[in-house]
């Protein structure tokens, strides 16, 4: 799958699902999962200066991390920046991104106020949320 062709996929099941869930979103992750999956809450490492930088998942110091109420993504506003910017239309989706998958995620608002945690621009956190489609 190229990076258009991720894009495009990613705003037709937007389109198609805008009215089943509360929010939508692309989570990209390391972690394999399948269609129908649920997604776990979300790390934050408040204290990052760089947004890089995160212990190792699954270490004392990842654990110790503050859980936000709800899996990260990025939201539908974002997504020309995150999939097509800094990327050639034509480069295979799986290479230009620093994980091993990436998937399109759905479910609920979050009701935390996320703005003392400041989240990366375009960020959302959906609640209970489950894979509705993987791009790789």
Do not use: C
């Not at 004392?60 to 990260?72: H, M, N, P, R, V």
């Not at 609920?108 to 209970?128: K, R, W």
Request: proline fraction near 2%; charge should be negative.
């Amino acid at each position: 799958m190229t990076i258009q062709e991720m894009y495009d996929k990613a705003k037709e099941l937007y389109e198609e699902l805008e009215f089943e869930y509360d929010v939508i979103g692309i989570r990209f992750e390391d972690k394999d999962r399948e269609v129908g999956d649920t997604v776990e809450n979300s790390k934050h490492n408040i204290d990052r200066e760089d947004e890089r930088e995160f212990p190792e998942y699954g270490t004392e110091e990842y654990e110790d991390l503050y859980e936000l109420d709800g899996a990260s993504s990025w939201g539908e506003h974002a997504w020309e920046d995150v999939i097509l910017r800094g990327s050639k239309p034509e480069a295979e989706a799986s290479k230009e991104f620093p994980t091993y998958h990436a998937y399109l995620i759905g479910g609920g608002y979050s009701n935390e106020d996320h703005d003392e945690i400041l989240l990366d621009q375009g960020e959302e956190v959906i609640t209970n949320a489950k894979v509705l489609y993987k791009f790789f």
